[in-house]
């Protein structure tokens, strides 16, 4: 019973160890932010020396889920005690903007893209503040950005053009 | 009947023979209308709506792909084999999603009809929207899933074209002419989208999907809902002129379409793209 329970620790603190490096798997598109806490972490699981992950990607159409994937498996295949790495997206529950986790918000600004408003009602207007000045006196210039998730806005206090995270909501 | 993994839903042979078909609906009509989108970069009115419209095409693709990845999960094979190796006569997408987007090729005097580009994004939006809500319920959970990620992207879209539409609809008599030119053709084309083939009872029967009849009936509210505020009324009913794409029936402009899209892919299907 007891070398059980030493397993049953040992894989615990193993899943904590994956969990500690898919924090430095960065989005490949918006650096400043892990796949964490963007939210689209799952589910952590081990077996043996095999680590499960199941991850919730945010657009559907993204062109660099393949390459997070690829990231995630790079990043968990070099812990101690694991040698082979499944990650497989998931869409239940799904992503949605209020997956974001408040620090991640913050990270986001940093990289000059205002975070989604928490909680938005399609349909109803959405107010995006500048990521540099914090300013509201703001223009949508283009919905559609560089990449799926992000829009293009123009700060007519600092005079800065920036992005925005579009909000996904579960409607 | 709720149908949790693809093993329940195999043991239903009809059910499972209508989800396929479904599927290859959903699938075709989304790679074939996000591949004429595709055509349209660098051509597009301005740089704005070159960025807007490949985005739009980009995810669009991508939705075709999730679908794609449910066949491939179903036993049809390999997602990129189905999308690109099959033959012309086995692509369910309707026929005015292949239509070509004017005279000229995207390399050659290219002469596109952003009129016919708008109108057609905004009908097959309606329509597509339609059938997510309608998709979120399907008893293939795995399916239900999935239309409720897409859901929340193409809200966007739907917003996009509504936004062309209207303006052009109201801009100057030239556009409006283009544009009622572009609702007559793609109207009397349009219930190639609406109608869901032979196999459509069987679709409704298994809860996979809503009835072809409710499905059109709210498309059409919805598409007479925006004529009217902008005073434009058509009387008959939506048409399926060139023939039914869901029963394999299509164009030229379909076989044009695939040899410029697998063309890479059937150099060395074996290759990792």
Known sequence: ?171 | MIFETKEELKQHTKAYEAAKALLYQLADDDFMIAYRGSEWLGLAPHIEEDVAFSSISQDTMGHAVMYYQLLEELGEGKADDISHLRNPVEYRNAIILEEKNGTGTYLEKPDYDWAFAVVRNLFYDYAKTIRLQSLKDSSYKPLAHIARRVIGEEYYHLMHWELWFKQLMQSTPEARQRMEAAIERVWDEFDGVLTLGPEGEAMNEYSLISSEQNLRDRWVEKVQHILSEVDYKIERKPGMKSGNGRMGEHTEDLNQALSILSEVYRTDPVTSW
Not at chain 1, 12 to 30: G, N
Not at chain 1, 68 to 90: P, Q, R, S
């Open chain 1, 1 to 171: 019973m007891r070398g059980g329970s030493k397993v049953v620790i040992e894989r615990a603190q193993l899943v904590e160890e994956i969990r500690a490096v898919l924090q430095e798997v960065k989005d490949p598109e918006i650096p400043s932010i892990s796949i964490v806490e963007l939210g689209m972490l799952d589910t952590v699981e081990v077996e043996g020396t095999k680590a499960r992950i199941q991850a919730k990607p945010t657009f559907v159409g993204c062109p660099a889920l393949d390459i997070i994937k690829k990231n995630i498996v790079n990043a968990v295949i070099g812990l101690e005690g694991i040698d082979e790495v499944e990650v497989k997206y998931v869409y239940d529950p799904p992503w949605t903007t209020d997956s974001i986790s408040e620090g991640g918000k913050e990270k986001l600004k940093v990289y000059g893209i205002a975070p989604p408003p928490s909680e938005h009602t399609p349909g109803e207007p959405w107010h995006i503040d500048c990521p540099y000045c914090g300013s509201t006196y703001t223009t949508m210039e283009n919905i559609f950005g560089p990449t799926a998730c992000r829009s293009i806005l123009y700060c007519r206090s600092c005079k800065n053009p920036f992005e925005a995270m579009k909000p996904v909501a579960n409607i």
